[in-house]
């Protein structure tokens, strides 16, 4: 390593030190004061109380089925929002009435708080697996829809002549040139779609008691398992921390360097 | 050509600045041990390639650059941060957007609690000073490059200070508004008495303004020779065509040309170095 | 030909005749007519899609009816209270981040990954700390707006033209001088664009959490209304709030574009 990167890296690492040493001094903080009583064992169970639950919510609350079926959810409001996000912004790129007739639509439900509705969509799909689904796929399609039209949009010109100087059939311009140079920016939107699946997936689970991760926070704080709830919460937000980091590392990877 | 008699009546003093600053290729040398005295009313540019430090320069005098050797004091006081003696014209773009022509030069006396009629008084005054009286209202976002660069000035001498700095402040401006607004500068200059130290690369610039020049070698820049400039005030751009100023060009350019061809070479030097490195 | 020339010109300088709106008006008219064959059909299990009328005459009862403004007035005070909170605390946190490159590299990143959670799962430890009544939505609400804020404006922080950083520098302005006079209306746009986000979480944390556990709010008269199986009414509800929902948010976002026009 370079001098310079050498520096660099140390410049890095010690703000990291101190954010991550912060955290520590707070939770042996707030580990004390529920030792000595300031803050009461039955409103903030103490850390290292939640951690050991940790590991018994694990074992005794199937978090790998549970995790499982968060996951299935997810997946499939992923491969719909995917497929259809992008065949619905390829269809409005490509017929441009039906762009500027629904563009700003599309824009006005990916600002809509449709996770509302979620009353409604229990009476139409049942207190199931597809409530939850739909939910996340209503709210999740915007973003994919509203990428892939900009990727489609963004394509530079000079490229697009390179086809026509070709002679492409509109077929084969799409798929080899404009459908591949918008990949980056639909992967984006998928991304996004994504997370806001993800979300809106746990926050139903958790809201109408059914499925998987979402449903055992419900179920551990509804039996007063408080150090359980805590323990359990932790655990959701650390798996939707990973997807989110996981997500941003397979789009950086996915983006060409230009 | 006379050179620089040590002045008695000095209002700023620079005394030994040396500014070390610490790079990805190890410490480099910006500013090495500069001194000169400004004198009361007087016009001092400094001048010299790129690269030679006067920026960091201006930065120093201005207070905004705490770790460096030596010290400037105005008026006897050493400084440490930004004096109130001293006001700062920066090259870049610097007025407020969100705030009217008249509501950005009265930005210095909103700071220190004037109260709004003063203040509005004032700032017309100055306002008018740099020639845009009529335009109180507008917003910069609505002006030319050029006037926005007055209302930076008049927001600056609205704060009144003893010493005027400015940092290449026409550099963004094309040549012939940079010519008028040398003229409008010097006008004031002359009207206020006001004591200017004046960053820059343009020779016919500091030539026609100046009462000393400062000449600065290529980084690390030093203080290669201090010329007086005798020429009749009061000045005007039509003293670019005498004689006189011909001399005083050609004999800074000369020194000139020497540092930024240093310049230059190093320039060429650095890229070749950091491509085999690279490769 | 001229005269039919000047006749194609007519028909496209006519907006109530341009293509785009005939045809958002053919979207929303074929839906309404599809929902209301649905409606009347009787394939669906009954009121699961209300006649047009139906949801009609809901609305209409929904608005003249002072218990509604009441429980509205209730949500939109927990929605104000959450974004006030939650809103200045981002703000404060996002100016600190902003200005202060150590302390972003040491803490902004918690901010950045925990952003993207799903808050309402926090709502049973909020009603443990706060209680069953509006604090604990006001709690959530905060919670959910707190992130987007601080984000926001740390970046926006970080964009200011550095020249104008220097100006107030340069006047020795004080600390507070330059967050009111220099920080604040440099960063207009991230501040508004954080709001409208934050409006828009805070919104969602707390309606959720009045539909989980509440005796007020429009959340609590939407499971209400899922409980006693009055469809037509939660329909007229969810209109009701999607179309505030929505304009709250183009009002913000008016309100930042306004002021903008002049100065970029």
Redesign the interface.
Known sequence: MT??AV?TTSRNFVPAAVGAGTLVVLLLLIELLIRIDVISRFIVPPPSEIVASLWRVIVEEHIFRRFFLTATECLTTGVMITVLGIAGGVLMHRFKLLQQACETWVAGLAAAPVVLAYPLFMVIFGRNAWTIIMIGFVAALPPVILKTIEGMAGTRKVLVNVGRSFNLTATQQFWKILFPAALPTIFVGVRLGLIFALINVVGVEFLINYGGLGQLINDLAERYDLAGTYAAICFVILVSVLFFMALEKIERWLRPVD | MALAAAPTDAILVVDSVVVQFDT???PIIAVDDVSFKVRQGEFFSVIGPSGCGKSTLFNVI???LGHHQGNVSVGGETIS??H?SI??V?Q???T????TVIDNVA??L??VGMLKAKRAERARHFIKMVGLDGFENR????LSGGMRQRVSLARTLA?EPKILLMDEPFAALDEQTRLLLGDKVLQIQQQLKQTTLLITHNITEAVQMSDRILVMTYRPGKVKRIVDIDLPRPRTSKIVGSEAFGRYVAQIWNDLREEASRGMQDEEAHVLHHESNVS | MVETGRLRQAAVTAPVLRPVTLLRVAIILSVLAIWEFLAQSGWLYRDVVPSLMAIGRALIKLLTQPYYYYNLGITAAEIGAALAIGGLSGLALGIILGANRFLSKAFENYLYYLGPTPKIIFFPVMIMWFGVGPESKIALGTLSCFFPVALSVAAGMRQI?K??I??G??????TA?MVF??YL??M?HPIINGIRLGLGVALIGTLLAETKLSNKGIGFLIIQAYGIFDMPRMYAMLIVLFVLAVGANALVGRFGGLHSI???
């Not at chain 2, 407020?96 to 705030?99: D, G």
């Open positions: 001098a310079a520096r | 990805a290729e190890g201005g207070g905004l941060g930004p109130k006001g700062m920066f870049e773009e610097s407020f957007p969100w705030r930005f210095p909103e700071l917003y910069p976002g609505e704060s | 033209d020249v104008l220097r100006v520098t340069s006047f020795r302005a004080s001088q006079k220099i209306p440099a207009r002049k100065r970029n």
